[in-house]
Structures are given as C-alpha cells and as structure tokens.
C-alpha cells in the first residue's frame, strides 16, 4: 500500500516509516521539519534500504496537501504531525490549537475530496486526565488538564464524528503511553532540541554529563516507592502497533481508540536504576517537589489491542534503556 505518514521524521514517526518500508508499503512523508531534522531521511535509508518520498510541507497548506494528493495514489495516512509539549501548549495555546486541529481537519478534507477514508492517529494517555485508576481501558471517561491533551481529546471526538457521518471512513486512534528508547540500530532516536522536559531523554543526558543532576518529582506518591509510575513502551513497539493498526483499519470500518502501552508500570526510581544496570553507568538524582499536573500510576490495559490487532509489546525496560543510550552514544 502507499501510505501518507505526517511528520514521519519524527520520533515515533521514524520508526514507524522504517517498520513501513520494511514490510513492502510505499511511504509518503510530510513534515514542516518544525521539531525534526530532514537528515532523519537519509537515516532512515540508512536502515531501511529505501527512501522514502519527501514534502516538506505544513499540513495546514490545504495547496500543499492537495499537491501530495494528486502527484500519490494515497491509501491510507498515518498521522503523527503535531506540537506535543505539554508546558508550551499552556504558553501557546492558539498555536496549539491551530496546529493540530486545523491541521487535521485540512488533512482530513484533502482526503474525503480524494477518496481516502483510512486513518490512524496518534493520540495519548493524557486524555484518561486525573480521576482515573490504572490500569487505564479504553471505555473510561476522559477529560483533559492542558491544551495539549484538549487538542488530542477534540481530534479523537472529530474524527469519531467523522467516521459516524461516513461508513466508508475507518479510524484507529491510538492512546501511547510513555515511549521511549530508540532503534536497536542506534541511527534514529529522540532528539530534542533543548533541555528534555520528558524523564528518560533528561536522565540519558544526566547520565553523559551533559546535564548535572537529575530532578526527581516527588518521593511521597501512593506507589512502592513513592516515585511515579508510567508505562514506557519501546518506541519499536510502538511503531510495529501502527502497522497493526493500519491493517485492522484497512479490514474494519468506524472508529475504536486503543492504547499501546505494555501493561506494565515503572517508577521512576525503577528506571533510574534499570538504566544504570543496563548501560554500567551512575544517574545522580535529587528529590524536588512534585510536578504540578502529574498523576501517580499510569499504565494501560492493553487487552484491546492484544485482541483487536494481535499486538503486544515485546521490549523490556532494559531494553529500553540499552537502546536509548546506544543511539546518544552514537549521534
Ligand atoms: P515529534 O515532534 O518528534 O514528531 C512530530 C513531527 O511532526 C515533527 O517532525 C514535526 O516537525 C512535525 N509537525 C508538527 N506540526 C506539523 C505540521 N503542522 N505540518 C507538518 N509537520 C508537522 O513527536 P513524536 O514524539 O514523534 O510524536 C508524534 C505524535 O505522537 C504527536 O502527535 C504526539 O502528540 C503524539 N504522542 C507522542 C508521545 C510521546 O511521548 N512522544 C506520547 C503520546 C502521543
Ligand atoms: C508527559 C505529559 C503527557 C505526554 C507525555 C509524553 C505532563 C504532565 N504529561 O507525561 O501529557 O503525553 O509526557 O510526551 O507533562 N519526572 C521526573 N523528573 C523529570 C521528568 C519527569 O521525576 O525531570 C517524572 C514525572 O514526575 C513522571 C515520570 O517521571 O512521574 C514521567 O514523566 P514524563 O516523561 O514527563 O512523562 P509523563 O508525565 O507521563
């Protein structure tokens, strides 16, 4: 199939056009390089032995996307383009706003006019909000603390609505927990620009010396050992649940949200050591105040996606954390 991934030069995006190529599609990348490098692309290359065509282009651009439309026989888009921090979203809430929803309702036009009706999404546990117990399923009330996590709740709304009006549509809206690590590879990873708000790209730069020491948010929570817990997935995985995702989409019309996580939950304190085991090397750490809007235990029920798509995780935290330090080492 010839698939359209938005911002596949990003992260997850990445990883998942490399699984794509290596299982035959024909992919179709557009990205506005806002939060990605375009060198990405000959790194994906590099792994999966084919290029991937390229638009650089904002989803946005109704001009741009019907370009992409006309010039590919598109059969179904995977839709990663999207501002994602959480912090900025609250400094910036228009452009968030803007970004992700104008953007999708754009693409999502371009597509009915072209007669593609098939898409996954990218959407996150932030909408199972701060009253929920994990493990997280996905017909638990939702509700949302940021524009960030508003901006996934309104898109997986508007695309359910989409695919009520219209029996042709098929929709995945895929819930992520926390992913992280890199390819096995260490060619592509996560690689943001600043200093990390997320733990583990923070903790990879403490434990090189790049940052001094690592901030952890609270000691006092009502988990084994009063850190956080979350649900980090490989971001393999991760991506591998996407091509799962598209060929259930592909057989199955309407919409069903479905989380990707592992089904297993780490502190943070877990992670900190399971890095220092995997990799032979010490993180110092300080414990700081909680993190406003942070929630105890988070990790999912992930039946749905074992039953719906045949999917589960197969990495483990090690793993992890093997990888995304293999990928520092070698950029
Ligand atoms: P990323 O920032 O690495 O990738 C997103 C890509 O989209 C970037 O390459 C960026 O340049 C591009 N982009 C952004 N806005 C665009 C636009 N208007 N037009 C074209 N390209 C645009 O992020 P990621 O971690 O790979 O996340 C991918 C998706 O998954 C996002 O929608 C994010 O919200 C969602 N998500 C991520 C996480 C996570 O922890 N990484 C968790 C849950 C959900
Ligand atoms: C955060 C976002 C979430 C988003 C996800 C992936 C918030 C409140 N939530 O989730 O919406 O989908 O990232 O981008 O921002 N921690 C530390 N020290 C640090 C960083 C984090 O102790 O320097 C702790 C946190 O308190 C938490 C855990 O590590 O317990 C994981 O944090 P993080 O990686 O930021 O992910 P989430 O908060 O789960």
Redesign the pocket.
Known sequence: MKILV?????????HTVVELIENGHDVVI???????SVK?LDDIQKIAKRRPVFYE?????KAAMERVFTENKIDAVI??????AVGESIQIPMEYYH??IT?TLVLCDVMRTHGCKTIVF?????VYGMNNVSPFKEDMPTSCTNP?GW??LMLEQILTDIAHSDPEWSVVLL??????GAHPSGIIG?N?SGIPN?LFPYLARVAAGILPCLSIYGNDYDTPDGTGVRDYIHVVDLAQGHLKALNYATEHKGAEAINLGTSRGTSVLELVKAFEKANGVKVKYKIVERRPGDIATCYADTAKATELLGWSAKYGIEDMCRHGWNYMNKK
Do not use: C, M, Q, W
């Open positions: 938005t911002g596949g030069i990003g992260f997850i995006g990445s557009v990205d506005n390089l806002s939060n990605s990405v282009a904002d989803i946005r651009d839709h990663f383009a999207g501002l994602k970004n992700n953007g990218s959407s996150s546990a932030t960030y901006t996934k819930r992520y927990f926390n992913p992280i996560e943001p997320n």
